[in-house]
């Protein structure tokens, strides 16, 4: 089954606004990554941060993570209709190689 | 840089037909894995491998086969298309370190529909 799922599954607002959207998983990690799909493409990745991190930052990105909740948060700042695509956090079950995906949430930002 | 290339970009097949799915990489990627997206399903992973005669079975496995003889190619085959199977396939690769494994780089996907 999927380990990762995202919240909420399609978020909708205004340009200039911040873009929260959040990831939930089962089991312990070794780490979480987070990728953005533009419609009809591959994914592309955003961020990674490992168990031992709490916070990460990436340009207009931050990433936050909390292991006693299994549960992580994407921020999205100042968020431009170019941002407009899916989300998706990736989870990598303790030391196997796979990662598993959620389902993802949609975002579209309107002018 | 070509990263990771996947032929074809869409394919119909009828049920019962065979085909394979071809990726190639060029980044010397130990890890490619085979996802397939359906509308809310997300990604599911198909197969993947860690090296060279080296695959494992993902969460949906049944109705494929994977080989990997080489590091840069990692070839998805459908035995015998059923119209499930119908969805975009996406190839993927990463660096391992140790028991590591990095960003996915992906390719631009492949359509199949099978009637």
């Known amino acids: 089954s999927q380990q990762g799922e995202e919240d909420p599954q399609a978020l909708s607002i205004q340009e200039g606004e911040n873009a929260t959207m959040n990831c939930s998983y089962k089991t312990s990690i070794n780490n979480l990554q987070w990728y953005r799909q533009n419609s009809g493409r591959g994914l592309v990745h955003l961020i990674l941060i490992r168990s031992n991190e709490r916070e990460k930052h990436s340009g207009r990105l931050r990433v936050t993570l909390d292991t006693s909740k299994k549960s992580s948060s994407l921020l999205i700042t100042a968020s431009r209709a170019a941002d407009t695509a899916s989300y998706f956090c990736a989870t990598r079950r303790g030391s196997g190689y796979a990662l598993n995906f959620g389902k993802g949430t949609s975002l579209l930002v309107t002018p | 840089n070509a990263g990771v290339t996947q032929t074809p970009k869409f394919q119909v097949l009828k049920t019962g037909q065979s085909m394979t799915l071809q990726c190639a990489q060029d980044m010397n990627h130990e890890y490619m894995s085979w996802y397939r997206q359906d509308p809310g399903m997300g990604l599911r992973l198909i197969h993947y491998s860690v090296g060279a005669g080296i695959t494992d079975q993902g969460e949906v496995p049944n109705g494929y086969n994977v080989s990997r003889s080489t590091t840069e190619d990692f070839p998805l085959r459908l035995l015998s298309a059923a119209p499930s199977q119908t969805s975009v396939y996406f190839c993927?690769?990463?660096?391992?370190?140790?028991?590591?494994?990095?960003?996915?780089?992906f390719g631009e996907g492949s359509r199949l529909t099978v009637l």
């Open positions: 993927a690769s990463s660096w391992t370190s140790g028991a590591n494994t990095g960003e996915l780089f």
